[in-house]
């Protein structure tokens, strides 16, 4: 499987990880394994905007996710929320429905939880979700039917200007989702995410 890291030169003749996100990529390689690497020179699209989406916006809005079990989509459960209200509204049971719904999302998310085990973290797989859901992504058929893949944010696909627009919404997806209630104010939430990318390099 290929992977893309971006890497920088050190004095000492090595190449080192130029973000936390790109350590975190290349800790899955095996040590002592010998790696084919080839490497271009990254475009002119700005690598200080690129350190400051990998380095700081992504760590710090994995750092305020807090994670619900995600055995149970968000779709299902306001799935079952819905019809439980329904059926409160035709039949006024005094909320019993709506607390069966949640027993039975809790049990449904118990059930799978033992069949797949434990679910784990993983920045990456954070990533690829964050840009999926700022709208940067491709729709492919497989025959287990439509799926959604991350477009690559490589310097090789996308220019400045195109950066710059999915920085702006991978913030905003951040900001609504994990950010807002931890920062009084945008602006403020931008300085956390450029403190963390000083904090990293």
């Given amino acids: 499987m290929a992977i893309e890291a971006a890497v920088i030169k050190t004095p000492a003749g090595t190449l080192a990880p130029a973000t936390v996100a790109d350590a975190e990529i290349l800790r899955e390689l095996k040590i002592g394994k010998p790696y084919r690497v080839k490497v271009t020179q990254m475009s002119n699209r700005s690598y200080q905007h690129h350190k400051l989406f990998f380095g700081g916006l992504l760590p710090l809005a994995y750092q305020y996710w807090q994670p619900t079990g995600g055995m149970v989509t968000a779709g299902e459960k306001k799935l079952v929320e819905q019809f439980a209200k329904r059926l409160e509204a035709m039949h006024n049971s005094g909320g019993l429905f709506l607390e069966f719904a949640e027993e039975f999302v809790l049990s449904v998310a118990a059930k799978r939880g033992e069949k797949v085990g434990a679910v784990l973290h993983d920045m990456e797989a954070f990533r ?74």
Wanted: aromatic content about 16%; hydrophobic content about 45%.
């Fill in 128 to 201: 690829r979700w964050l840009t999926m859901e700022a709208g940067y992504f491709e729709v492919y058929e497989t025959p287990a039917g439509i799926r959604k893949e991350p477009m690559s944010i490589s310097f090789a696909s996308m220019d400045q200007e195109t950066f710059n627009a999915f920085y702006r919404n991978c913030f905003q997806v951040a900001w609504n989702l994990m950010l807002r209630g931890n920062f009084e104010n945008e602006e403020a939430a931008l300085r956390a995410a450029e403190e963390m990318m000083e904090f990293g390099s």
